[in-house]
């Protein structure tokens, strides 16, 4: 087995054996060097949670912003360097509760990212709450009579608002978790991964065995280019597919149709104040 | 306190009206003659919180030298629409014309002794199709009035509606009806318009707004991102305008913690970001400014102030503000504040902005407010060679560490993508090489690091600008949006015992004002809030309390007669602080 550029040595990681995690950073790591990208390439950028200190386990770039905020700061990297390969990862909390705004309108504006979304249905790091993903009646030290509302649905949310490639991955399954974010990845424009992953810990009933027993596998070769077929397979009960739900050309991408690169295709960080337009600016007041 | 300054003549005039009425576009056109006419042009504007109707304002200071400053004063005053509000009314003396249509105003004005003008308006504009006129109408009693001669102005027209022939030829019209009026009007005045102007046609008219866009541009500006709110959506409104010419990324995002955490991101990919917001927004934005600071990330964050607390009063003025600029951002981290005093000021700081955030990695707070955005007024062309040259990054070497401390305490900025070395930022306490650390010693160098360069920051901070005696004995002491009025109420008081300190960094503060303070045998502080926040930070700072206090909360500027009258009530022993 050749090393992965993208290992790192790291001393203890804050996440409880058995997190499903773990199998989701291995996927990721075995994602970019099958794609053969370099560390220098990537960014990884998260927010707040267990799942957004993954960029503290793998070798790249990172930006671990705030809560919530890890899908503004990646729109701006993108911005700022559209040749960057920019990824965002986070927890359900993080990406569809605290950051919810910015879910739906990063969404809209199509910059090219790809967005993976550890799902584990519930609060790991302030200890066992419900998420925007909690099923309804689920119970919890702060949800004590049971969740009493309707969980969010990132699948179904993201189509309708245009997204063009949509998938759920289980991290219970490696294999297809790394070709299912391949594809993400190599879509040009906004790509959502929503992960289904156990949380060991604080949910009880959302196991290992729950995922297995409550999810279907979608054919891995198929056409997903059907709009109305996605909506119906994200709208779909237990068992819920897992796989690409959707996958077609997007509109241009955020970071193309902005002004500093209309004639101008370097980065950023490359260009020097522009005082002659600054200067003509001004003659063109005495006109 | 009617009285002008000595060795200047100045014209004050007023148009009031309902939005809707082209006030603005009115307003732009007639400084632009007198300006290109080689007079100097003040303009500044109030309005309601509407899209139509209601009774707004626009200032138009006309003079042989510089008028820069917000005056009480009203030689003349044109309404458009009745029911001219109480803070126009107010400033109605025996000493101004009030030149009005006297079927639409009827009696509105009976009780003021102002002399009242009829001009036929209605009946003007109904021979050139209509109450869009009015405006243009009055502009040309204006120009009239200053002596400015009828072709240039003509000629003017053409341009400033070229391509629209139709438009020009009725704007002509109306503009020459209302000149011959205006002609009448200055009877046998002497007119402001002479043939050698000083300023002959060299200069430009810049209002705060664009000022600190372009200023902006200047800094290298290359990222903006930003919720409309007054009095801060122009700046935000003129770089999306011009984004393609001046290369800058912009965007108009779904909420405040959106704008700043996209620019903290451009910035960590090497952009130099701007955001522009009011109070409110700014309030949002807190915790991705406390995120600047630990990221080390340079930001420069426009904020632009309106009376508060909470939606408070969208369109007017205040300077409520510094203290939420001061400490906004939880945790301790370094900043700079700069306050702009001037529309010069406004772009050369806003430029300046960038580079000290650049420079010193860290946010940088751009603190001006509505009465500065919606103030323009002539100016020398700002000269860029004047500015710093902006730095380069480096690629990065394969051992990089972005937080390692450097040979000067502030560490190499290396961005993501470019060179051999990884690039890591992260809002926890972190390493060198930017991961989650809970170490004690750890946390201990890397706060030191970044609060020390504070130190370096208030070494190259401005002083204050002093205007007046170097001998003084008095001490109007004020920042930001202030200063030139306060400078002009100098002229007006005519005391040699008083000068004025004028603030345009707030924070860091530069250490000669100690001395400028303890200087004075009385230390008057001039502010637009209720509490006295810049009073408070001078004491904080260095222990040196004011005699008095002049503050203002109603929403609307200082004006130059205000600031003169209290400052003398204050040192003829009247009033006190």
């Known amino acids: 087995m050749t090393a992965n550029p993208f290992d790192m040595e790291h001393g203890e990681l804050s996440w409880c054996p058995g997190c499903g995690d773990y199998a989701i950073l291995d996927a990721l790591k075995k994602a970019l060097l099958g794609l053969g990208l370099s560390p220098q390439q990537v960014v990884l950028v998260s927010g707040i949670g267990q799942a957004a200190k993954m960029p503290h386990y793998l070798r790249s770039n990172f930006f671990n912003g705030l809560h919530g905020r890890a899908l503004s700061a990646a729109t701006g990297i993108k911005a700022a360097n559209p040749e960057l390969t920019v990824i965002a990862v986070g927890g359900d909390g ?91 990845i190599r879509h040009r424009g906004f790509s959502l991964v929503d992960i289904f992953q ?31 077929e996605a909506l119906d397979l994200a709208l779909s009960p237990a068992p819920y597919p897992l796989g690409v739900l959707y996958e077609a050309e997007g509109p241009e991408t955020f970071e193309k149709g902005l002004g500093a690169f209309t004639d101008d295709s370097r980065p950023l960080f490359m260009r020097e104040p522009d005082l002659g337009s600054v200067r003509a600016w001004f003659e063109g007041l005495l006109r | 306190m009617n009285s002008q300054i000595s060795g200047t003549r100045d014209l004050s005039f007023v148009l009031s009206g309902a939005a809707g009425l082209g006030i603005q576009t009115v307003e732009e056109f007639l400084c632009r003659v ?86 036929p308006l209605e009946d003007m504009t109904k021979e050139l199709g209509g109450k869009v006129y009015a405006a243009m109408v009055m502009a040309g009693v204006m120009i009239g009035r200053t002596g400015v001669p009828l072709p240039r102005v003509l000629e003017e027209i053409e341009h400033f509606f070229s391509g629209r022939a139709e438009v020009a030829k009725t704007n002509a019209d109306a503009c020459s009806l209302g000149y011959r009026f205006g002609v009448e009007l200055r009877g046998d005045s002497e007119p402001l318009y002479h043939d050698a ?106 904020l632009s102030q309106r009376p508060g607390p909470a939606t408070g009063m969208a369109t007017r003025t205040e300077q409520g503000d510094l203290d939420l600029a001061l400490y906004s951002g939880h945790g301790e981290f370094p900043r700079a504040i700069f306050a702009p005093g001037s529309v010069e000021s406004a772009f050369f700081l806003s430029a300046k902005a960038f580079d000290i955030a650049e420079r010193y990695q860290t946010p940088v707070i751009l603190l001006t407010d509505q009465y500065l955005m919606n103030t323009f007024y002539d100016v020398d062309i700002p000269d860029v060679s004047l500015l710093r040259p902006a730095g380069k990054i480096d690629p990065t070497p394969a051992d990089y560490r972005r937080y390692a401390p450097g040979a000067t305490g502030i560490s190499s900025r290396g961005v993501p993508g470019y060179g051999e070395g990884l690039v890591g930022a992260d809002s926890h306490e972190h390493d060198e090489e930017a991961h989650i650390s809970e170490e004690i010693d750890v946390r201990v160098s890397m706060n030191e690091k970044r609060l020390g360069k504070l130190d370096a920051i208030r070494q190259e901070a401005l002083p204050p600008v002093l205007f007046g005696p170097k001998d003084y004995d008095n001490l109007i002491v004020c920042f930001g949006s202030t200063m030139e009025i306060a400078r002009e109420s100098l002229a007006l008081l005519g005391r040699t015992d008083t000068a004025v300190l004028a603030f345009e960094q707030v924070h860091p503060l530069h250490e000669a004002t100690e001395a400028f303070l303890s200087a004075a045998t009385r230390v008057i502080v001039l502010e637009g809030n209720a509490t006295g926040q810049f009073e408070r930070l001078l004491r904080g700072t260095f222990g040196i309390r004011a005699h008095h206090s002049i503050r203002k909360y109603d929403g609307l500027q200082f004006s130059v007669e205000e600031t003169a009258r209290r400052v003398s009530e204050i040192l003829e022993g009247g009033a006190g602080a």
């Open chain 1, 94 to 184: 993080d990406m569809y509760g605290e950051g919810g705004n910015h879910f739906t309108h990063t969404i809209r504006r199509n910059p090219d990212l790809t967005v993976l979304v550890c799902d584990n249905m519930v609060y790991g790091l302030t200890k066992g709450q419900a998420s925007p993903t909690s099923p309804r009646g689920f119970v919890t030290p702060m949800q004590r009579k049971g969740v009493r509302a309707e969980p969010f649905n990132p699948l179904a949310a993201a189509l309708v608002q245009g997204a063009t490639f949509i998938a759920r991955a289980f991290a219970g399954d490696v294999e297809r978790t790394t070709a299912i974010m391949q594809r993400a």
């Open chain 1, 198 to 228: 156990p949380c060991v810990t604080f949910n009880k009933v959302n196991t290992y065995a729950w995922f297995k027993e409550n999810t279907r596998m979608l054919e891995p070769d198929r056409k997903a280019d059907d709009f109305r």
């Open chain 2, 34 to 119: 007198l300006c290109r006419a080689g007079l100097h042009v003040f303009a500044s504007r109030e309005y309601m919180s509407r899209v139509r109707g209601g009774n707004n304002s626009t200032e138009i200071r006309v003079g042989t030298k510089a008028v820069r400053a917000f005056s009480d004063r009203m030689d003349y005053l044109f309404p458009l629409t009745p029911g001219v509000r109480v803070n126009i009314r107010r400033r109605i003396s025996q000493a101004t014309k009030i030149v009005a249509d006297r079927g639409v105003f009827g009696g509105e004005f009976d009780g003021t002794e102002a002399p009242f003008v009829p001009i």
């Open chain 2, 197 to 302: 102007m000083d300023s002959d046609g060299k200069k430009i008219l810049l209002d705060g707004s664009d000022a600190v866009a372009l200023g902006a541009v200047a800094g290298g500006c290359s990222f903006a991102a930003g919720y409309p709110m007054s009095p801060a959506t122009g700046v935000l409104t003129f770089l999306s305008a011009n984004a393609d010419r001046f290369h800058v990324a912009v965007e108009q995002v779904e909420d405040e913690p959106a704008a700043v955490n996209m620019a903290v991101g451009a910035s960590y990919a090497g952009a130099r970001p701007l955001v522009t917001t009011s109070g409110g927004g700014f309030a949002l934005m807190g915790e991705g400014i406390s995120l600047a600071g630990i990221m080390e990330a340079p930001l420069v964050v426009h």
